[in-house]
């Protein structure tokens, strides 16, 4: 590594630990605030809300890192401007795009870094962390069944099939009290009752039900299979069925993605669930962006840049984030494309980052 880079990396580190520690902790007090509210409502156990506490640190950490990124390269650049080591670098023969590329790269690091936290540790914290506040913090039992699970799909656009599962038990891959609707250009043509509906094998099975063909004429024909089985045309294995019941922050992307292919299979847009996948992305990615925005901003040469560096970084950050929250919930309404809606935060700010990094050296 040349000189030139382990010198900015030196300088950048201090203002990148300040920055990802102010907010990582302005992050971490809210979590105690709304921590000691809980212990104070519902005499929870403090081992157990320590727990809570500790495993809420991954997700945060998620945010927090693109944050202290910002901070880091806008402070650091905002100082060595101020203090005329820039133009010194410059003297020496150092176009300013090759003093920034430690940021970048750092940046791209970060991001990197930040994709690990959310595919590898986050998924694992989040889902720990539900169990220990439902045990423990509120004293009920995590439920062992999945309650009023609802199945859909689609052909054309059109709902073409829908299940409803009063109970769904994973570990035992049995569902109960089980309606089947088939509909055709949005007409009920076929409704199932099924007492159960077992996994057997490699295909559902169907318990003591009975099914009603609706014929044009208005006509029912009723079929019933008391004390038999029947096979069952379900498009959803087990494992597609038990995360209906889990939240994205508590898979990893390889999860989710499947979750998705699933769903979209079926004919369902399943945009909420794309958003969310795109985002796992997007955030972490956010660290390259903040690099590439503090070092075009950073460079100055007036005196007063140290003082208005972290102010300006702050309002950078709340704009990412008051877009990327836009952004978001355009996508998941259908105003936009769920991966445009994820992403339009990071566009923006490489597009204003670029043309501000490629202004440096003119």
Request: zero cysteines; hydrophobic letters at 50%; charged letters at 15%.
């Amino acid at each position: 590594m040349k000189s030139l880079d382990r010198y900015m990396l030196k300088e950048l580190g201090g203002s990148v630990l300040f920055g990802f520690g102010a907010f990582t902790s302005l992050f971490l007090a809210a979590e105690m605030v709304n921590l000691a509210n809980l212990a104070a409502d519902l005499k929870a156990p403090v081992d157990a809300l320590v727990r809570v506490f500790l495993l809420g640190i991954p997700q945060i950490l998620g945010w927090t890192l693109p944050m202290g990124m910002m901070v880091g390269s806008l402070l650091t650049l905002s100082r060595l401007s101020a203090n005329s080591e820039i133009v010194a670098l410059q003297a020496g023969g150092y176009s300013l795009r090759r003093v920034t590329r430690p940021v970048l790269i750092l940046g791209l690091a970060f991001a990197l870094v930040a994709v690990g936290v959310n595919e590898w540790v986050a998924p694992w914290a989040n889902t720990a962390r539900e169990r220990v506040m439902i045990e423990q913090v509120r004293g009920r039992t995590l439920p062992v069944e999945s309650r009023n699970i609802s199945l859909e799909q689609y052909q054309g656009g059109r709902l073409s099939w829908v299940l409803y599962a009063a109970r769904f038990n994973p570990a035992a891959q049995v569902m109960h009290d089980v309606t089947i609707i088939r509909l055709d250009q949005g007409r009920p043509v076929e409704t199932t009752f099924a007492r159960r509906v077992v996994w057997v094998g490699d295909q559902w099975e169907m318990e003591d039900g009975e099914r009603y063909l609706f014929e044009p004429d208005g006509r029912a024909v009723r079929i019933a299979f008391e004390g038999g089985r029947q096979p069952a045309a379900i498009p959803y294995r087990p494992g597609q069925v038990s995360n209906m019941a889990r939240s994205p922050d508590q898979m990893s992307l390889r999860e989710l993605a499947a979750h998705i292919q699933a769903l979209r299979s079926q004919g369902v847009e399943a945009r909420t669930e794309r958003v969310e996948w795109h985002l796992k992305l997007a955030i972490p990615f956010a660290s390259f962006v903040f690099a590439l925005l503090g070092s075009g901003l950073g460079i100055q040469s007036h005196r007063s840049a140290v003082s208005v560096g972290f102010g300006l970084s702050v309002g950078i950050i709340f704009v990412y984030y008051v877009v990327m929250t836009l952004g978001t919930a355009l996508a998941k309404s259908g105003s936009l494309p769920p991966e445009l809606g994820a992403w339009i935060q990071n566009l923006l700010g490489l597009g204003l980052g670029g043309v501000l990094w490629a202004r440096l050296d003119h």
